[in-house]
């Protein structure tokens, strides 16, 4: 089974950056998809962004032009680079692999494995 650990989460000023990590381990579904998702105190889980084996990468409007998805296949390790952050990008942030080169979009439906979820905090 895919083990996903997420790193590089913290508190951050407004307008400020922070890079997120994830470690995958044991997938080898040549059809993946990997993406970010967050959730909020009292809100559901949104997806933010995702890539598939191929570079092809789906963003969150409300993060569009702010945040980078990008992996290190030779790292196994999917990263997101947050930049121009907003306090309403504080959430807990996971990690998420899934199949079929993300044709399901950012729906957490068609993501199979999940991080234990990392905590980003922005004030402004």
């Known amino acids: 089974q895919v083990q996903l650990v997420e790193s590089g989460g913290g508190s951050v000023q407004a307008g400020g950056s922070l890079r997120l990590s994830c470690a995958v381990s044991?997938?080898?579904?040549?059809?993946?998809?990997m993406g970010w998702f967050r959730q909020a105190p009292g809100k559901e889980r949104e997806g933010v962004a995702s890539?598939?084996?191929?570079?092809?990468?789906t963003y969150a409007e409300a993060v569009e032009g702010r945040f980078t998805i990008s992996q290190d296949n030779a790292k196994n390790t999917l990263y997101l680079q947050m930049n121009s952050l907003k306090p309403e990008d504080t959430a807990m942030y996971y990690c998420?692999?899934?199949?079929?080169?993300?044709?399901?979009?950012?729906?957490?439906?068609?993501?199979?494995?999940w991080g234990q979820g990392i905590q980003v905090t922005v004030s402004s």
């Open positions: 998420a692999a899934g199949r079929d080169y993300c044709s399901g979009g950012l729906s957490d439906s068609a993501f199979t494995s």
């Open positions: 890539i598939n084996r191929f570079d092809s990468t």
């Open positions: 044991k997938y080898t579904y040549t059809s993946y998809c």
